[in-house]
């Protein structure tokens, strides 16, 4: 079994400790690399470590946690699990199954016994629940009988992951290369041909960006969704710091969600970058990009798991379009430009960055790509296969929906923000002005329906709701104000038994029978980026909304009601009702926007207002919020 001395847990502010772990002699025979990944971050550090351990001559093996069955992961004398916590605590999708498993009580305490294993968390500071999930899998385990090789690492993304990631994985590489010996030539031979036949059964369809969407959410719960634009708006004007796009789809009528739900959307690099990647390394792009088993494919990584994307046969042109992100997320990339670098100084100035610490995550904060570092360093001109097998697969991005099925049958709609180098936003505005062009031509986004256990409205009408989501946060709350609209409008025309017109006004007979609705808002200016002005205001008038509360962060301040306020001072502003709601009416309160810079000051002004109210200890109040 494996001993381990002192702390289990590595927090994000600390350096890395030297372990002085210490395992029986026998070394294992095959590594296995777990993850569970939301958005795609644990998948690429999964992929990077089992990357190094196969070209270290390690047998190695990695795939989501929800496939741990599959995987036969108990045979393993080894297991490297990196998992994000997604949203409040919870564990990605990709991994629940495993979660499920792993908290069962009947389980015996020996049943991991013999097994060691090291934890890398991902999580965000911003979030109550730091870490839950990587925490959770750290603990069981061990409870489980499993011996601890290495001390588990907390990244928070609120500070940058690399500044954890990078030290703990290298010391992990090294503590592994301590306790176990290399595995023998053969047993490496047999895991590449293993993954080599698994892909040559793969369609042999041509790729474009539904099947590679496709493809990627197939192999995740949710329903995959063929949408069309039917209709786009700016909600900002120009002189706004950032352009906010309410884009609107037509899917079937029949689709059925939740208010709360999100979607994911897949996107596609810009045919300009596209074709300035197939110029640098002289590619044609036309030519088909060769299954790795192929003889005259080259490959020096066929467990890529660029090719767990790719469905054949392939252009090179579509790889680049569909299936590779040409943003630089590791240093393996910067390794095989070294390597192809044929002037010296441009190989010592790449080898010399990667080793700076503090450079290489300005690097990374940087969202350096792939054609800017061709061009930085034009004496490398690494074979193109070589390069796509070091790059990471493109990652889906996910975004509430912002209207209601019942209210507006077969249309979707999401509300994004256009950012400086944003690679799905850019792309989804392409598309837009695609749509709106001369020769108005369907245009198709593939998606998938993502439903929520957790952020959705109460069963009960008469429930209070308290919503807060500044800027793009108040998105998914437009769904529910549509929703909650639409229940009180059907209601309102049985008791009036007439049609309501547009602007009605819902009668106090009606409003009685449905819980307050405190809508919490927050942008710049009234004028500038004041999103969804004209609907919030006619809830407001209409009765949907019982009040309607704007914040105005950068207009001059005549008090707190007049502007020059954030969202937490307008909660301040009426915390002893909001105090009434919630712990009198069993009030919801939902929060959407920038953790970052917001959800931890509503947090803290809640359970300010909690524990005056109730004149509790701040953990009282703090814990009643967490319920």
Known sequence: PCVQPGPSVLPCSQSLPSPSLACEPAPPTRILILFGSQTGNAETI???????LTSDGYPTNVGPLNNFGKLKWREYPLVVIVTSTHGEGDFPDNATLFHRFIRQKGHPEDLLEGMCYAVLALGDTNYSRFCNAGRTVDRRLEELGARRLFARGDADDAMGLEGVVEPWKDGLLKTIAQQFSLAKEEEISGLVLEKQLDNSVRSNSVSSASTAMEKLLSETDGVVVRSKVHEWRVLTTEMASAEVIHLTVAVDEGLKWTPGAAISILPSNSEENVRRLLELLNVNGSDLFLPPEAIASGSIFPTSPIYSRIKFPITNYDVLTHVAALRVYGKSIMNILQVNAKNPAEASIIKAFTQQ????????????????????????????????EHLTPLQPRFYSIASSCEAHPGKLSIAYKVKDGGLCTSWLRSLCRQASGSQQTPVEIPLQLRVTHEFKMPADPSTPMILIGPGTGVSPFIGFLQQREYQMKLMAEEVLQRKLAEHDEFPDEVRRRFGEVHLFFGCRTSDTDYLFRNELERYNTNGTLTALHVAFSQEPSDGL????????????????????LILNHNAYVFVCGDAESMAKDVQRVLTDVIEEYRLWTTKEAADYLER
């Open 46 to 52: 999964a992929d990077m470590i089992h990357e190094r």
């Open 357 to 388: 610490n503090q450079e290489w995550k300005k690097f990374l904060d940087e969202h350096i790509s792939l054609i800017s570092l061709l061009e930085r360093f034009p004496s490398s001109r690494p074979p193109f296969r070589h390069l796509i």
């Open 561 to 580: 009601w007049y502007g020059g306020s954030y969202v937490q001072d307008k909660l301040q502003g009426c915390a002893t009702h909001l105090a009434n």
